[in-house]
């Protein structure tokens, strides 16, 4: 009855051994899967910060050039007055990652997928030249030369002008905008493919 009753009492304390180390395995996993999520977190924290750091993304630029003629047609002066002059001013396309929200960026850690809906791509004038290239000049008579604030009134109207053709003209922002998707469709995948996910990249309109 005693080597019955120890026996037993063993078999209890080696059960409860079992079930601590059981328990404690299983505490074990849990942590180290605690641990891989925490990282993974932190990973798309971080991506995320680094996207918004890049502030203002230029992805196409688009050089246009404008002609303006100055024509002085006052009949009563003997001789023409006829300048033809050009330039180039430049159109860009741009994101501005400061208006994108952590809500736009969806990782599924599963898959290793990301979703990520960009800010809709904008475009903006980007400077154009300083001086004019002269085309075709014709000052003939008694008539006196263009001076450089003609010159300066004929640019700044060319200028005017340009805005109000490439704004009645979709033709050159759609041309540009679906440039800069392309290439901002490329560069985030390559940025998302080297930190492991495989990116869908949409953008809002």
Not at 148 to 165: G, Y
Request: net charge neutral.
């Amino acid at each position: 009855m005693n080597h019955q009753g120890i026996n037993r009492g063993g078999l209890r304390f080696i059960g409860t051994v079992m079930i601590i180390v059981m328990l404690c395995v299983g505490c074990g996993k849990n942590e180290e899967g605690d641990g891989n999520a925490s990282a993974l977190r932190e990973q798309q924290k971080v991506l995320f910060e680094q996207i918004r750091d890049c502030n203002r993304m230029t992805f196409a630029t688009m050089t246009i050039s404008k002609t303006g003629v100055y024509n002085d047609d006052v009949k009563w002066k003997i001789g023409d007055r006829i300048g033809v002059y050009s330039y180039d001013t430049y159109l860009t396309a741009y994101i501005d990652l400061n208006k994108l929200n952590a809500s736009d960026i969806e990782f599924d850690d599963a898959t290793r997928e990301v979703r990520i809906k960009l800010p809709a791509i904008e475009t903006r004038f980007d400077g154009r030249d300083v001086g004019m290239r002269e085309e075709h000049y014709r000052v003939t008579g008694l008539r006196s030369s263009i001076s450089a604030k003609e010159r300066a009134a004929l640019k700044e109207r060319m200028n005017s002008e340009l805005k109000k053709e490439v704004e009645n003209n979709t033709t050159y922002r759609e041309t540009i905008i679906e440039t800069a998707e392309r290439k901002a469709r490329h560069y985030f995948q390559q940025l998302f493919a080297a930190n492991g996910y495989i990116a869908d990249i949409e953008f809002k309109k």
